[in-house]
Structures are given as structure tokens and as C-alpha cells.
């Protein structure tokens, strides 16, 4: 009872911050990452829009920005985030570094979704007419939906972790809690009820992931 | 209505070039239900391909109701294509669409309204024999079911030209006969004319008025199958 007391508002508060900058961070790196994904796959050879060009400089800018430990680019891209939202400071601020590194995170999510697709459907699509935007809109995207959706949980999971690595420039959420009440004033509860918290986040994101994905699948 | 012309396809990769197709020539008139014959990498896919383009010839020409689609743009050869209906060995519906979804797609793409691309739909659901399973998944129907709408898709839009490419090689005997019928009545009735690649016999003999076979990137014989079969069973 004191402890909800004494921690049952910053817990709350560190709750919503948390799912704010996961869930503003999966929006707008699937803006970025979507569109990276369906490129890198359609500029392949033998796809329909083929281009080596396209595709290496593409694949190049992704593995680079994957290979940035990603609590290195958070301190790396705080001159940008400053110039982009005006300060390097709270939850707002830290969507900044969160979308930089989800995007090439969710464009390989994507491509190796789109990628499970049978050629084959493609070039019928091909053959009844259908322009390279239509192959992608109505082909690609919804053949691929159940995997895209597998993949959007994965990459929510993934940047739940990124929020909390953000708590230490001061981003908020429940990592930054952890680290300002249990690591440096070893107020244990405090750590294990932020764990539990998310844990019971992560859970209910993969649940409802596989849930729609099944849900939604007609192949089986 | 289809003429190829001189057709030389070259598929080029790392390891090196390969000649899929040798300065082939073919003309398959209106009506016709013309077969292709080959063994396995003649060039029979690679030739019905380059009937409707999915596959570029390196050199020739490829007409269609006499005019020349490898000299079109982009823009033109999908319309074109939209009187071309294809078929495949692995039928390639639409996974995640239903059954009448599926045969609905190209008239969407062709810009049909609605209300009319639905009544269609079901018109080509009926003459396909699948009027109970229009809200079906293609997952949920056998081989020979999804050859029906993989047929019924393709003659949506109307096409002058169907173009099967191994269309029963992956059914049973009595289910190859029961799609081969519905392809010479479709023939009969609405006029399409049929090109139709197989390695088997049989199915020539059932249904193609003419046949061209290939070997090793040409066609080394063509004609009515009536002749090319009696010399086959001279030699
Ligand atoms: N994209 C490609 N790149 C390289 N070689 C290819 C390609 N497609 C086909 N080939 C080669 O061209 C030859 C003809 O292929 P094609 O698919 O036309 O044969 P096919 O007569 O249809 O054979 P099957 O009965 O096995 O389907 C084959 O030797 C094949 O290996
Ligand atoms: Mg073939």
C-alpha cells in the first residue's frame, strides 16, 4: 500500500511514456521502413522493378545503420534530435533516435516477409495487366499481411527494449525508472514491479501478434 | 492472331549465357487450340512467355491480332495483356482472397465497376462449375478446383487468347480430362483461342486441333496434330 503510494503515480506515468515512445516509434519507422522493405525486395534481380543500384546503396545504408549498437546512435544523433524537435530530453525527443534505428530494422522485417511470397503469384498478377504499383498494393501487401503483421510485433517487442536503453539520456518510461530508482537507489521493488510491467507488455504485444496474424491468415 | 516471329531468347546470369529459344517461329490462328510438346527444358514455358512478354525474347518479334507488342510501351502491352489470360502448372491464386475476390482481381485491374465486375465473377464461377464455393479460400479447394478459378480469373476480362502452361500437369488423369473439357468447350462456346504447353501426349491428342513440337530451343516440327501424331507412331 505505501509503495503504491509512494511509486503508484511515476509508474503509471512511466507506463504511458513507455508505450507513447514504442508505439509513435513503430508508426513512423513502418512510414520509412515500409516503403525501404519493398524496394530493397523489388529492385532485386529478376523482381519487377530490378536495379543493383538501387538495391546496394539501399541494403548498404541499412547494414550500416543496423551495425550501430543502438545506445551508441542514441548519443550519436542527439545534435540531430535537438535540430528536429528542439530538445534531446523526454520521451518526444527520444521517438527521434527510436525511428533511426527501427527503420532498417523494420525494412528487413518487411523484406523477408515480402520475400516469403511465391513468385509465381507475381507474374500472374503480371499477366493479367497489372502496373508494378498494383503488384505492390494489391499483390505483395496483402499476400504477405499475416507475416507483415508476425513482423510488426517483433519489431514493437524490439523497440520496447530501445525505449527503456533510452532511458539513459533521460527519455522517461520504465527504463528510466529502473535506472534512476533501482540502479542508483537500489529501491529493488521498484525494479522487479518495472520488469513485471514489461513483461506483461511484451507478452500481450507477441499474443496479439500471433493472434491477428492467425486470425487473419487464409492459408491454412 | 498470335505470330512469333524469329524468337531468340537468351537467358543470361553469372555462370554464362543459355539459348532457351533458337530463332523460333510460330503462328497460331483464331480458333485454334494449339499445342506445345517438349521435353523438360525444350523452351516450352520460355516460348508461351514470350507470347504475353513475361519473359522479354532477346531478339524477333511477337504479334498480336497483328500488331507488334514487343515494339509497345509499357502502358500498352498491360492493356494487351489484359486479352491475354494465362494459366499456370501451380494455378498462382491469391492466397489471402476468396474465391470470387479471386476471379474479380483482373476485372479491378482492368477498371470494371463493382456492381458489374461482381455479376461477372459469378457468370464465370458457374460456367467453371464453383458456384458453392465462391466465398472459399484457395487453400481450402483441391488441385483441380483452383485450376477451375485459376481458369475462371483468366477469362474474366474476356481475353482473346488463353495461355496454359502445364495446366494439368499437376492433377490427376480423370481431373486433367475434366479441365481439358472445360478448355475445349470454353474453345467452342466463347471462341478463345488456346495455346497449351505439356510434355504429355494425351493431352494433345485430346484436345489440340494443331501442335507444334519443340526440342532443345527449336520447333522441329508443326503442323495439324493429326499429322504430326501419325508420324510420331511411324517412328
Ligand atoms: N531465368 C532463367 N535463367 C536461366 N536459364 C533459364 C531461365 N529460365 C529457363 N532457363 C533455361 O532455359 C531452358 C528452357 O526452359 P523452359 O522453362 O522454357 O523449359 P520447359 O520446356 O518449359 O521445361 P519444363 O517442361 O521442365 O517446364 C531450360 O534449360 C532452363 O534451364
Ligand atoms: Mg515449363
Known sequence: MEFINEFGGILIKGTMETLYMTFASVLISYLFGLPMGVLLVVTEDNHIMPSKT????????????????????????????????????????????????????????????????????IEAAASMGCSNMEIIYKVMIPESMPSLTLGSSITTITLIGYSAMAGVIGAGGLGDLAIRYGYYRYESELMLVTIVILVVIVQAIQFAGNHVSKKINRLY | ?????????????????????????????????????????????????????????????VFIDGEEITAMKKSELRKVRQSLGMIFQDFNLLMQRNVIDNIRFPLEIAGVGKVEAKKRALELLNLVGLEDKSHSYPAQLSGGQKQRVAIARALANNPKVLLCDEATSALDPVTTLSILNLLKSINQSMGVTIVIITHEMKVVETICNKVAVIESANIVKNGLTKDIIGHFKEV
Open chain 1, 54 to 121: 538501387i538495391n546496394r546503396i539501399l541494403g548498404t545504408i541499412v547494414n550500416i545503420t543496423r551495425s550501430v549498437p543502438f545506445i551508441i546512435l542514441l548519443i550519436a544523433v542527439v545534435p540531430f534530435t535537438r535540430m528536429v524537435v528542439g530538445t534531446a530530453i523526454g520521451s518526444k525527443a527520444a521517438v527521434v533516435p527510436l525511428v533511426i534505428g527501427a527503420t532498417p530494422f523494420v525494412a528487413r522485417m518487411v523484406e523477408s516477409s515480402l520475400k516469403e511470397l511465391d513468385k509465381g503469384i
Open chain 2, 1 to 61: 492472331m498470335i505470330k512469333i516471329e524469329n524468337v531468340t531468347k537468351i537467358y543470361s546470369n553469372k555462370k554464362g549465357d543459355f539459348l532457351a529459344l533458337d530463332g523460333v517461329s510460330l503462328e497460331v490462328e483464331k480458333g485454334d487450340i494449339y499445342g506445345v510438346i517438349g521435353l523438360s527444358g525444350a523452351g516450352k514455358s520460355t516460348l508461351v512467355r514470350c507470347i504475353n512478354l513475361l519473359e522479354r525474347p532477346t531478339m524477333g518479334k
